[in-house]
């Protein structure tokens, strides 16, 4: 049985239950039949044809001997409307039930770099073997407060970044955390000591900034003791900077799991920094709108199962 209820919706002036009542008598001819059909009385279905007429200024069925015959009018609307009411109904099941092996769903991920690199490969994997009919659209971003717009405007379902600013429309939870190290090739002349504070500034430095800024969180750390490092290059990927690393003889200051994602970590010297650095964390992030969709919930899940240090490190209740 197919019922909507639907009362308040309008599309230009006909209320969306009339085009149920409409489909059911076109397949039916019998208004009683067709209130059966859709759990309706017989002066409700009356009362529906009457107002679709006065709405399509049409009789659209007309009484004969063998039953209710549609009218020309009738007819070129029965297919369109079919159609219609038909997708609608898959529309509202799919947001009601979602079973991930049949479902083709589009779906828009907002990665920055670093989860592009350690996250998307492993999600990829967990997609073909669990959901091989959904899509996945990848959005790149660099600030983080570009994940507030794509979210806003419905340009992604979720983001992957740091973490935006604190708005009451979009929801967070902590993913992952990544630890800084400094990098210097393996046969640098400093790769094989502690890298102390004078060693440290006293190396040509390459900065990774996104943002295109030349002052960055180290820079920040050694301002507050009144310091500053020399900056050789300054670069917005910040997966470039293992492989000019590991053929020069700069030094880098990066997030761990860049290292170990870069495929550069056997030409490398990873190093703790000589300055105290807070670990950068990452976060899922959604709009309060999506929160209970039931395609997007079972996704947010399979982004933590997907995490580089695997799913223990986020309460998925959050998610």
């Known amino acids: 049985m197919v019922c909507f209820n639907i009362h308040v919706m309008d599309l230009h002036g006909i209320d969306l239950n009339l085009l149920v009542a409409f489909d059911a008598l076109m397949a039916e001819r019998s208004v009683t039949r067709a209130g059966a059909r859709i759990g309706r009385t017989q002066p409700a279905m009356s009362a529906a044809l009457s ?27 029965a297919e369109p409307i079919t159609r219609a009411l038909a997708e609608i109904q898959r529309t509202l099941a799919f947001t009601r039930e979602f079973d991930p092996r049949t479902s083709r769903a589009s779906l828009t991920l907002g990665l920055s770099e670093h989860p592009t690199f350690a996250l998307l490969p492993r999600l990829l994997e967990m997609l073909r073997e669990k959901a091989p009919a959904i899509t996945l659209a990848v959005r790149n ?51 094989g000591r502690p890298l102390d504070l004078d060693t440290f500034l006293s190396l040509s430095h390459l900065l990774v900034s996104p943002e295109n800024e030349r002052f960055g969180v180290v820079d920040a750390a050694l301002a507050s003791k009144g310091l500053r490092r020399h900056l050789a290059l300054t ?31 056997e030409r490398l010297i990873a190093i703790t920094p000589p300055i105290a650095l807070e670990p950068v964390e990452f976060t899922l992030s959604w709009h309060r709108r999506n929160d209970s969709h039931p395609a997007q919930r079972w996704f947010r899940a399979c982004i933590a199962d997907a995490l580089p240090n695997g799913p223990d490190q986020v309460s998925q209740a959050g998610i």
């Open 51 to 77: 107002r679709l007429r006065a709405l399509l200024q049409d009789e659209l069925f007309v009484r004969t001997p063998k039953g209710l015959q549609p009218t020309p009018r009738a007819l070129d609307l």
């Open 141 to 191: 971003f660099t600030d983080r407060n570009d994940a507030i717009r794509l979210l806003d405007t419905g340009e992604a379902d979720m983001t992957v970044g740091v973490p935006p600013a604190e708005t009451g429309r979009i929801l967070n939870t902590r993913l992952f955390e990544e630890r800084f190290v400094c990098i210097l090739c393996k046969d640098h002349p400093a790769a």
């Open 235 to 265: 670069l917005p990927h910040m997966y470039a900077a293992p492989t000019l690393v590991a053929s020069s003889d700069l030094i880098a200051t990066v997030m761990e799991g860049v290292v170990t994602a870069s495929g550069q970590a």
